[in-house]
């Protein structure tokens, strides 16, 4: 360690980590005592001090690479697998986030600019705000793997959706449905991974785990002037399962349960509620309106001249879905 400070220090802004220009090393600081270790910061990014994986010059596994997004430092085979699998979940929630975000735009009519764009904003938007939040290097200007799959996902889907609606296929199709639930809850899931370690504060990481898996499609929604579909009851449950599996994570990992075990419940977790959500349309308590006609001498401030009777809205609290919706 001391001569990774003496090294920085001599040639500052240039300390090369797997291979990779990261910045040198400027402070350490502890980090939450459950997790037993201190921590160096490399570039904004932790790295634990103790059992640090050596590694090599040479293209980065996946280990290696949520090591440098702030991921655990203790591998076993199994965590090796573990690491491996969360960030193809990590790939396939961006994937699945540039192809909804393409679609969306395309609905809109936008043309292949803008599909594009919709799609990189939904894939990468939450993730970007999270890592700026945590004043942590943007994860895609140095995973730069994940722009390439917003750019491909996205052109393809724009040249091969019209031709997919022409042969029955909707965006409500059962598939897509369960691409789109694994794509939430595995980027929930890991947004709340990375917040818990930077923080090891439980409501930062339920706050920007939330903000990684749907600040995204907020954007995208915001950019084709429709209502936010997150905010709003019009269809079954959405960010419910991701506030789920991401409360299931700050509750299981103050436990001695394995790393690799509290994420894959937290993933089961949070996905196997938004199947629940979509097949019974399940929906949170929100007020619905329904209108009532009174007589016009009933209102306290009637209108000069006005007669018969006046529309008043009621709003009552309810969780039944509109028919059709998903």
């Known amino acids: 360690g001391l ?17 990779r220009v990261m910045g040198a090393v400027h402070t350490t600081r502890a980090i939450p005592r459950h997790l037993g270790t201190s921590v160096m910061h490399v570039g904004h990014r932790p790295l634990a001090l103790a059992k640090q994986p050596r590694l090599s010059a040479k293209k980065p596994v ?3 690479v949520l090591v440098l997004r702030g991921g655990s430092t203790r591998w076993s085979a199994a ?12 790939c396939f929630s961006t994937a699945a986030g ?22 990189v904003v939904v894939a990468v938007g939450g993730g970007t705000v999270r890592d700026l939040c945590l004043g942590a290097p943007v994860f895609w200007t140095y995973l730069t793997e994940h722009i390439y799959i917003c750019i491909i996902v996205s052109l393809s889907t724009f040249m091969l959706w019209p031709q997919a609606l022409r042969l029955g296929l909707h965006d409500t199709h059962l598939a897509l449905l369960w691409a789109d639930a694994v794509a939430l809850a595995s980027a929930a899931v890991i947004g709340a991974h990375i917040s818990h370690i930077r923080t090891g504060d ?3 990481t339920i706050v920007l785990g939330l903000v990684t898996s749907l600040f995204g499609g907020i954007f995208c929604d915001v950019c084709c002037q429709q209502q ?4 709003y009851a019009e269809r079954s449950m959405y960010a419910t399962p991701a506030l789920l599996g991401i409360a299931l994570y700050v509750t299981l990992v103050r436990t001695p349960v394995p790393q690799s075990v509290v994420i894959s419940v937290s ?8 199947v629940l959500a979509w097949t019974y349309r399940l929906r949170m308590p929100h007020w619905t309106r329904a209108s009532r006609r009174f007589r016009a001498d009933q209102i306290l401030f009637p209108k000069p001249g ?3 009777a006046a529309k008043i809205v009621e709003v009552e609290i309810t969780t039944k879905a509109p028919p059709g919706k998903r």
Do not use: Q
């Not at 920085?8 to 980590?17: E, H, I, R, V």
């Not at 192809?99 to 919709?118: A, N, P, Q, W």
């Not at 993933?267 to 938004?274: D, E, H, K, V, Y």
């Open 267 to 274: 993933f089961l977790a949070s996905m196997i509620t938004r």
């Open 202 to 204: 439980p409501m930062i």
């Open 306 to 308: 006005e007669k018969g």
């Open 62 to 64: 996946a280990a290696d």
């Open 228 to 231: 936010p579909r997150v905010l």
């Open 98 to 119: 540039a192809f909804s975000g393409t679609v969306r735009g395309g609905m809109k009519e936008m043309d292949i600019i803008g599909c594009t764009l919709m799609g």
């Open 3 to 19: 001569a990774w400070c003496a090294l920085s220090w001599l040639a500052p802004g240039t300390t090369a980590f797997d291979g």
């Open 79 to 90: 965590a090796v697998a573990a690491a491996k699998a969360s960030y193809f979940l990590l």
